[in-house]
């Protein structure tokens, strides 16, 4: 199947209509979503409808334009398609399949005539399978289950659902592999406005790499036998060179959210969560710091 993955860290991975306009079903990475062009249904409408109203005194050499983009706009559907669309895939394949027997004879039909219009026979033919196809596909449409999710903040759904890591800039490729997945699964929840489940993956995000910060500070010593975010603190408050402002923000952040969240009683609003992500963002970024590698 034919569809782009929206899966990297520029505009044309974020925006697909950056580079190209012509594709009807794109993947979510990491999930299981589908994104839906609307700009592709408008531009394969512009294309069929031509086909519909056709008269059949249409010379040939005005027809071919029709052809080559109602041939194209099917193509993209009938590729990317059977994911989403169920009835009209055989009628669009119909239709282009015959647009194509049209385009072999075109030339020995021009080269003959110049002016050579389409026969009453090849005109209402084209004009029937593309009027079938146009009810089809209305009917498909009309069924399509698609949703608007409104952005969380400053942050774009798309930007949520594949690549929230990006808010780390260019340390994302120090995030260790824990860490990471659950910055990813957080984002996808605050996608969804699921305020406390994204606040507990990324409060798991924080504490996946409190236990990393802990491994370079001690040098690999075994870690603690319980592994909450309170003993790992208590820990690092005994090796030397704990940095101790990082610490202080922790016990907070673990006093005033960690702590609090872990109660059935208690859930977030969205800019709650969204405050949270900020308190972690700006912790992970100094252990990060605090973790590199001298050079």
């Known amino acids: 199947m034919d569809t782009r993955r929206i899966n990297e860290g520029d ?19 990491g999930t299981s979503m589908k994104r839906i062009n609307v700009s592709f249904v408008y531009s394969l409408a512009s294309a069929i409808h031509p086909l519909v109203v056709l008269k059949k005194d249409t010379r040939w050499v005005d027809a071919l334009a029709h052809f080559f983009f109602g041939k ?17 895939l055989p009628e669009a394949k119909e239709l282009r399949d015959y647009i194509a027997e049209l385009e072999e004879v075109s030339d020995r039909r021009v080269a003959s005539n110049p002016t050579a219009a389409l026969n009453v026979f090849e005109a209402s033919r084209l004009r029937h399978l593309a009027s079938q196809f ?6 498909d449409l009309r069924d399509l289950e698609i949703y608007f999710v409104s952005p969380v903040g400053i942050f774009s759904t798309t930007s949520l659902l594949s690549k929230p890591e990006d808010m ?8 260790p592999e824990d ?3 659950e910055i990813q699964e957080g984002g996808k929840c605050l996608a969804f406005a699921l305020a406390t489940a994204s606040a507990f993956h990324f409060l798991r995000a924080l504490e996946s790499i409190i236990r990393k910060y802990y491994d370079v500070l001690s040098s690999g010593a075994p870690r603690p036998t319980r592994g909450s975010m309170g003993v790992y603190l208590d820990k690092l408050l005994e090796l030397p060179d704990v940095d101790k402002d990082l610490e202080s923000v922790l016990r907070q952040i673990k006093k005033l959210h960690r702590d609090p969240i872990s109660h059935p009683e208690v859930t977030l609003t969205v800019p709650e969560a969204v405050s949270l992500l900020g308190l972690i963002q700006s912790a992970i970024s100094r252990i990060l710091d605090l973790i590199k590698p001298k050079p």
Do not use: G, H, M, Q
């Not at 194209?72 to 590729?79: F, K, P, W």
């Open 11 to 29: 505009r044309a991975a974020y925006d697909p209509f950056f580079d190209d306009s012509w594709w009807f079903v794109a993947d979510v990475k």
């Open 179 to 181: 860490t990471l997945r």
């Open 134 to 139: 146009e009810t089809t596909l209305a009917a």
């Open 168 to 175: 780390f800039f260019d340390k994302v490729k120090d995030l």
């Open 72 to 88: 194209d706009r099917l193509n993209n559907l009938i590729e990317s398609a059977p994911v989403v669309l169920k009835t009209c």
